[in-house]
């Protein structure tokens, strides 16, 4: 996964294993994103078998660009790179700002990528979509490519237990390279939102979001399947596309940035404030070890006056959000156990 140069250079830096195990509090960082003390359960040893995940408290462009490059898996000479973001559903939702990721999306040479919604918002139609990206300011930054906006195309899920394909934009054939950058924040229906999230829901084209909102009852209008089986849709709608790019010459990262954690999505015009402080950025070649990591440092949180993260994991425990990286786990798309490795030192 890492050449050796990399893993020596590392070998010096805070290496711990996330587990049910006893909480050690880190010193608080310091700087503009106010990061708080992060509690976190560590393990002396970490696991050999285990995927990695990068962590720095650092949530600014230098620090987006530093996770990237020591995550070290870059697209090739000539490679399309599209970087998955969610443009917000208004000026007032948490969606990740221009100004954050521009560095990133510049270093890459990426196109911004999203899709069309399902609901009756305004993104729903490819021309109030990009009206809404101009307002957001993410045309100064980037191209930003409506994947769905000529339609969409099939692609294979290798858990067929509820939906039988993934619907995606047909502009997803595009490129050989993704960056799933997403924003972690609790979210109404699915409990939260993370790379997971990101990837099935966010990938899948207006049909395709229906398709596993409904956990493949219909492709064409809304409706609500049981909580577990829509949280399996999208775990296999995800797989779908994690596979899409492990292809033959293609290649996925995975990107949470954990900050303005309200209990709404980035989907909600007039989101809850949120009620805990920022924590930092997290990246992993694992999708699934990348959420739960953020899943633990959300529950393993140690509250104060002003800092309390009680609201997001009522939130997530309200829809059983946690589901979807456990059902994850068991199609193989990832791992729930993990070594994190902070780099804020190096």
């Not at 769905?148 to 619907?167: A, C, L, R």
């Not at 999708?287 to 997530?316: E, H, M, W």
Request: charged share 20%.
């Amino acid at each position: 996964m890492m050449k050796k140069s990399l893993i020596a250079l590392l070998g010096s830096a805070l290496v711990i294993l996330l587990s049910a195990s006893t909480c050690k509090e880190q010193q608080a960082q310091t700087g503009d994103n106010n990061t708080p003390a992060i509690e976190v359960p560590t393990t002396e040893t970490p696991d050999p078998n285990a995927p990695t995940v990068y962590f720095t408290s650092d949530i600014s462009a230098a620090g987006l660009v530093k996770i990237y490059e020591v995550l070290g898996v870059t697209p090739s000479e000539g490679q399309r790179v599209a970087v998955k973001i969610s443009t917000g559903e208004s000026s007032k939702s948490n969606h990740l700002r221009p100004e954050l990721i521009k560095d990133l999306v510049k270093k890459v040479n990426g196109t911004l990528v999203e899709c069309n919604t399902a609901y009756g918002g305004n993104r729903m139609s490819t021309e109030n979509h990009r009206k809404a990206i101009a307002e957001r300011g993410y045309n100064e930054i980037a191209t930003v490519d409506i994947m769905d906006e000529e339609g969409s195309m099939q692609i294979p899920v290798s858990d067929t237990k509820h939906i039988k394909y993934d619907i995606v934009g047909t502009h997803l054939q595009n490129y050989d390279f993704m960056i799933n950058l997403a924003h972690f924040k609790g979210h109404a229906m699915g409990g939260f939102g993370g790379v997971l999230k990101n990837q099935s829901i966010g990938v899948a084209s207006t049909s395709g979001k229906f398709y596993i909102h409904s956990a493949g009852a219909s492709s064409t209008s809304w409706r609500t399947a049981a909580q577990d089986d829509f949280l399996e849709s999208m775990a296999a709608a995800a797989q779908g596309v994690h596979n899409y790019f492990k292809a033959e010459g293609k290649n996925i990262i995975y990107i949470d940035v954990m900050n303005n954690m309200s209990v709404d999505c980035d989907c909600d015009g007039n989101p809850a404030s949120p009620k805990l402080k920022d924590i930092g950025i997290l990246a992993s070649i694992d999708p699934v070890a990348v959420d739960q990591a953020c899943l633990d440092l959300v529950f393993n949180y140690t509250n104060s006056s002003g800092d309390d993260a009680t609201d997001l994991q009522k939130r997530i425990n309200r829809q059983h959000g946690t589901w979807i990286t456990e059902y994850a786990e068991s199609i193989g798309l990832g791992s729930r156990k993990y070594n994190i490795v902070n780099i804020d030192n190096l």
